[in-house]
């Protein structure tokens, strides 16, 4: 059987009675006269269908059941009595619950920076972290899974459909095999570089930096060599590491410091002819949440 709404009022009147043990007393602090409040103890036991107040001409107690049901009524009023100032605190962006995706690139250095500043200017505002690349990212904003995103892609590719801001800008570097004679050479000759066998991310992931990088070889007059294809930056790497082939990557995954890996950057002319990558902030729907970790990414980036 459904049980009937009992209204907050009730509870308020059923709290100030327990507290006071005087109905007179209860009804003065509730800025009511006696009878509706007597009334509506009446009602609210019979809502319940237990008797809360025992009850003679000179005296008012708790039944055991009031005894047992007080602490939680308390609670409830202090609950609903805290709402208008979480309306107001999520209103303005201090209160509420932010998921936040990213690719690993913005990880090692700028994402940890933002979220301890954000962190510490609004701590009642929790955050959901996923790493995802860009592809996975739109799918989850179509099934409205994450409230905003950091994406790597080419400069000016940011994804349409979505708001966005621009917050970091970085060259593409090499990755070598610790071992290999480009890791040590003094100057690195793009022919040379582009000869060598190439790991890289699929297309489907980034497509416009896939097409950036392919689009270097192609100028050069040279098909890439492509010998493995791998998701995230810290596989490629790894794959590296072993020998496997050279890798682009953006020039933040320096910090990942993997044994057996060397980075290096082409000087000169040469460096014009590698692609940059940018990291943009992505998100559908503004919140007061979202707007205040936006400012955050905005006044570090």
Not at 59 to 86: F, H, I, K, M
Not at 104 to 110: D, E, I, K, P, Q
Not at 252 to 265: E, T
Request: charge should be positive; proline fraction near 7%; include cysteine.
């Amino acid at each position: 059987m459904k049980e009937a709404a009992i209204e907050l009022r009730l509870w308020r009147q059923f709290a100030a009675v327990a507290g006071e043990l005087h109905f007179g007393r209860a009804a003065r602090s509730l800025h009511m006269t006696q009878p509706p409040l007597t009334q509506g103890i009446a009602q609210l036991e019979r809502l319940l269908g237990v008797r809360l107040f025992e009850r003679t001409k000179r005296s008012v107690r708790l039944t055991a059941a009031g005894e047992a049901l007080l602490p939680s009524v308390q609670e409830l009023l202090a609950r609903a009595g805290a709402l208008p100032q979480q309306a107001r605190a999520a209103a303005a962006g201090e209160l509420g619950h932010l998921r936040i995706a990213f690719v690993s690139t913005v990880g090692f250095a700028l994402l940890p920076q933002w979220l301890r500043v954000f962190r510490a200017q609004h701590p009642r505002v929790q955050m959901e972290l996923i790493e995802s690349t860009g592809d996975v990212q739109v799918e989850a904003f179509a099934r409205g899974e994450i409230d905003a995103g950091f994406m790597l892609h080419s400069p000016g590719f940011a994804p349409r459909g979505l708001q966005h801001r621009p917050v970091a800008r970085e060259p593409l570097v090499l990755a070598v095999p610790d071992a290999h004679p480009l890791a040590h050479a003094p100057r690195l000759a793009l022919a040379r570089v582009l000869a060598e066998p190439l790991v890289i991310f699929p297309r489907r992931i980034v497509p416009s930096l896939h097409d950036a990088v392919l689009g270097m070889y192609h100028a050069a007059g040279l098909e890439p060599r492509v010998v493995q294809e791998a998701i995230q930056m810290q596989t490629i790497v790894n794959l590296v590491s072993a020998g496997l082939g050279v890798a682009w990557v953006p020039d933040s995954v320096r910090q990942f410091q993997r044994s057996g890996v060397v980075y290096r950057q082409l000087g000169g002319r040469q460096s014009a002819s590698v692609p940059e990558c940018e990291t943009t902030l992505v998100w559908e729907r503004m919140t007061p949440a979202l707007e205040r970790f936006v400012e955050v990414v905005a006044a570090g980036s």
